[in-house]
Antibody, heavy 116, light 112 residues
Framework: EVQLLESGGGLVQPGGSLRLSCAASGFSFTTYWMSWVRQAPGKGLEWVASVKQDGSERFYVDSVKGRFVVSSDNTKNSLYLEMNSLRAEDTAVYYC?????????WGQGTLVTVSS | DVVMTQSPLSLPVTLGQPASISCRSSQSLVYSDGNTYLNWFLQRPGQSPRRLIYKVSNRDSGVPDRFSGSGSGSDFTLKISRVEAEDVGVYYCMQGTHWPRTFGQGTKVEIK
């Protein structure tokens, strides 16, 4: 069974940093692109970033370019999202998802709140 | 960026009756490999989204056959042949052809 378990969310002040992690299991991690999708409270879904299996390609939505870094560690079957210079508008549930052209599996999400 | 426009945004439905959601993209979603990466997701209240349909018309494992997807180019439709109580939630279309990936605004389906 495919499982994606996010962690690392919490309350952070504007301008601060946070690192999200996603532990993957139940599938061959090195076979898939992995992505992050977020959902602000009461709002719709927004794709954030994707990383290729070997880390050679990464894509970001414009609003996070230069502030967020997506990475993966194939030895740990884990996906990460390093978030810097956080803004109030980054407040959202962040989902770890498998795939990049149409995510087939989603984690339960981790809440990031940016507030003073 | 490719803009995904769903309609309607709210859809009250009667149990056992059909329902249909439209999704239009601002650009063609046909990729260079010939595939069209248009997906449909359902997010039930309090849950993570779940993919229902991928590449326009392919149902995911475990998705009831009352759900069907159709369309081409930039015009797509999700149909539910007979709505059941468990179909309540917000439906999103998403394109996986162009970067950045983009979602529609969501269509909230509720029972009348």
């Amino acid at each position: 069974e495919v499982q994606l378990l996010e962690s690392g969310g919490g309350l952070v002040q504007p301008g601060g940093s946070l690192r999200l992690s996603c532990a993957a299991s139940g599938f061959s991690f090195t076979t898939y692109w992995m992505s992050w999708v977020r959902q602000a409270p009461g709002k719709g879904l927004e794709w954030v970033a994707s990383v290729k299996q070997d880390g050679s390609e990464r894509f970001y939505v414009d609003s996070v370019k230069g502030r967020f870094v997506v990475s993966s560690d194939n030895t740990k079957n884990s996906l990460y999202l390093e978030m810097n210079s956080l803004r109030a508008e980054d407040t959202a549930v962040y989902y770890c998802v498998r795939g990049y052209s149409g995510p087939s599996h989603w984690g339960q999400g981790t809440l990031v709140t940016v507030s003073s | 960026d490719v803009v995904m426009t769903q309609s309607p945004l709210s859809l009250p439905v009667t149990l056992g009756q059909p329902a249909s959601i439209s999704c239009r993209s601002s650009q063609s979603l046909v990729y260079s490999d010939g595939n069209t990466y248009l997906n449909w997701f359902l997010q039930r209240p309090g849950q993570s989204p779940r993919r229902l349909i991928y590449k326009v018309s392919n149902r995911d494992s475990g998705v009831p056959d009352r759900f069907s997807g159709s369309g081409s180019g930039s015009d797509f439709t999700l149909k539910i042949s007979r709505v059941e109580a468990e179909d309540v939630g917000v439906y999103y279309c998403m394109q996986g052809t162009h970067w950045p990936r983009t979602f529609g605004q969501g269509t909230k389906v509720e029972i009348k």
